[in-house]
C-alpha cells in the first residue's frame, strides 16, 4: 500500500509524531468508557447516567475541536498541539491528586478529556499539510489511525483499575502521554507551505458552501459510530451479557482494534478507486451490522461479530471521507478538519447519549442502535444524490492524480 514515492513526497517524522500525539491522545479520551463498569459500580449510576458519562468526553471533544481548528490556522498545528497536551496532562494529573469519588467529578474530568479529543484538529491538519494531494488519502489514514488509542484503553484500563482501582489509571496515564508529548515537542515540524491565517469571517464562509455541511454530516455518521461504539459497548457488554469489567475490555477492544486498523487502508483504498465509491459501501454495511445487532443476538460471541463488522465499515469510512475532505477544502483544511471533526464528535455522543437512554426508557439498547442505523442509510442516500455533481464540478477541476 505504501510506496517509496510516499515516503519521499512529504516529511515521516512529522507523520509518525502526529499519529503518536493522536493515538495517546485517543486513548484518554475514551478513558471513562473504558473505565465504565467500574466507575458506574463505585458510584451507582443510572444507565442514562452511565452513557451520558461516557458521551460527555466526546461532545466537549466535538466542540474543542472548532477551537483547535481555529488555533490550527492561527498559530500553527504545532504549537496548537503543545498547547492541547499540556491541558491534558495536568488535568489527568490534578484529577489523579483530587481522588474524584462523585458523579460529577466524573464529568468535569470529562470536560478536560474533550481536549484531548480535539488532537484530531491538530493531527490531521500536521500531517496533510505536508503531503500532496495524491497521498491524501494514505497520508491522513495513518495520522488518523491515531484513534487507535481507544484500544489501549480498553485493553488496559479495566485491568488496571481492578488491580489498583480505577483513580489509579488517571494517574498512570499520564506517562504515555508525556512520552508522547517529547516525542512530539522535538520531531514535529510545520510544512513550509502554511497558508496564511484567516479573519473570523472566513471561517463563517466555509458554513455557507453546502459541501462543508455534507462533509459534515458524512462523518458524524463515520466516526460518530466508531467513537460512539468506543465508548460504550463495555457497559453494553456488561449489562447485555453479564461479562465482568475484564473480560468486556477485551471485547471492546477486539472491535476498536478493528475499526482503527483499517482507517489507513480506507483511505488507500479510497484513492485508488474514489473515495465516494468506497463510502458508499461502508454506510450500507455498518446499517446491516448495526440493525441485525439490535435484534440481540442469543450469543456474547455473534454480538461481538457484528459490532466488529461494523467498526470495520465505520473505520475504513473514516479513512475515505478524509480522503475526499482536502481534495475540496485543501485552502481550509484546517478549519474543516475542526468543523468535520467537531461533527464526528456530535455523532458520538448522540450514540453513546441514546443507547443509555434507549437503555433506562425501554429496558434494551435497540432503538438507539436502529436510530444510528437509519443515518448511516440516510447518508447512503445523500451521497448518492450528490456524487454526480461532485465527480463533475469541483472533482473535475480539483487536483491531479487524485480520485473523487
Same mark, same amino acid.
Not at 224 to 229: A, E, Q, R, T
Not at 344 to 367: I, P
Given at each position: ?223 460518530? %459510530?466508531?467513537?460512539? /461504539? +468506543? @465508548? *460504550? =459497548? ?10 465482568? &469489567? ?100 456530535? %455523532?458520538?455522543?448522540? /450514540? +453513546? @447519549? *441514546? =443507547? ?10 435497540? &432503538? ?37
Amino acid at each position: 500500500m505504501i510506496k517509496r514515492e510516499f515516503l519521499k513526497a512529504g516529511h515521516l517524522p512529522t507523520l509518525l509524531s502526529a499519529f503518536l500525539y493522536f493515538d495517546m491522545s485517543f486513548m484518554v479520551w475514551v478513558l471513562l468508557g473504558a473505565l465504565g463498569v467500574q466507575i458506574s459500580a463505585a458510584l451507582s449510576l443510572s444507565p442514562a447516567q452511565k452513557g451520558f458519562m461516557v458521551a460527555l468526553p466526546v461532545l466537549a471533544g466535538a466542540v474543542l475541536r472548532v477551537v483547535f481548528g481555529v488555533l490550527v490556522d492561527k498559530i500553527g498545528p504545532r504549537r496548537a498541539g503543545i498547547i492541547g497536551q499540556l491541558i491534558v496532562i495536568g488535568g489527568l494529573t490534578t484529577a489523579w491528586l483530587a481522588h474524584i469519588d462523585h458523579y460529577s467529578g466524573t464529568l468535569a474530568l470529562g470536560v478536560v478529556l474533550g481536549v484531548a479529543g480535539a488532537s484530531f484538529a491538530v493531527a490531521l491538519p500536521l500531517a496533510s499539510r505536508w503531503y500532496p494531494p495524491q497521498y491524501q488519502g494514505i497520508a491522513l489514514g495513518i495520522a488518523g489511525a491515531g484513534n487507535s488509542g481507544t484500544v489501549f484503553a480498553s485493553l488496559f484500563a479495566p485491568g488496571l483499575a481492578k488491580a489498583l482501582g480505577w483513580n489509579a489509571v488517571l494517574g498512570l496515564a499520564v506517562i504515555p502521554l508525556s512520552v508522547a508529548f517529547v516525542v512530539y515537542l522535538f520531531a514535529a515540524k510545520d510544512a513550509p507551505t502554511q497558508p496564511a491565517p484567516k479573519k473570523l469571517a472566513e471561517y463563517l464562509d466555509v458554513l455557507r458552501m453546502g459541501d462543508a455541511w455534507w462533509f459534515m454530516f458524512f462523518y458524524a455518521v463515520t466516526f460518530g %459510530g466508531f467513537v460512539g /461504539l +468506543a @465508548s *460504550s =459497548l463495555a457497559i453494553y457488554f456488561n449489562t447485555d451479557y453479564g461479562l465482568d &469489567a475484564v473480560t468486556a475490555g477485551y471485547f471492546t477492544a477486539a472491535c476498536v482494534f478493528c475499526g482503527s486498523l483499517v482507517r489507513p487502508i480506507g483511505g488507500a483504498v479510497a484513492d485508488r478507486i474514489g473515495g465516494i465509491k468506497t463510502l458508499s459501501v461502508m454506510y450500507a454495511l455498518a446499517a446491516t451490522a448495526l440493525i441485525v445487532v439490535s435484534f440481540h443476538p442469543a450469543s456474547v460471541y455473534t454480538a461481538l461479530g457484528l459490532f466488529a463488522f461494523g467498526m470495520l465499515a465505520f473505520g475504513m469510512g473514516n479513512g475515505s471521507v478524509f480522503q475526499l475532505v482536502p481534495q475540496r477544502f485543501r485552502h481550509e483544511i484546517g478549519v474543516m478538519t475542526g468543523l468535520v471533526g467537531m461533527t464526528g464528535g456530535v %455523532g458520538g455522543f448522540f /450514540l +453513546a @447519549s *441514546s =443507547l443509555g437512554l434507549s437503555k433506562q426508557a425501554t429496558g434494551t439498547y435497540q &432503538a438507539g442502535l436502529l436510530a444510528f442505523a437509519s443515518l448511516a442509510l440516510l447518508a447512503l442516500v445523500g451521497l448518492t444524490v450528490i456524487k454526480q455533481r461532485w465527480r463533475t464540478t469541483w472533482g473535475a477541476v480539483g487536483v491531479a492524480g487524485a480520485r473523487i
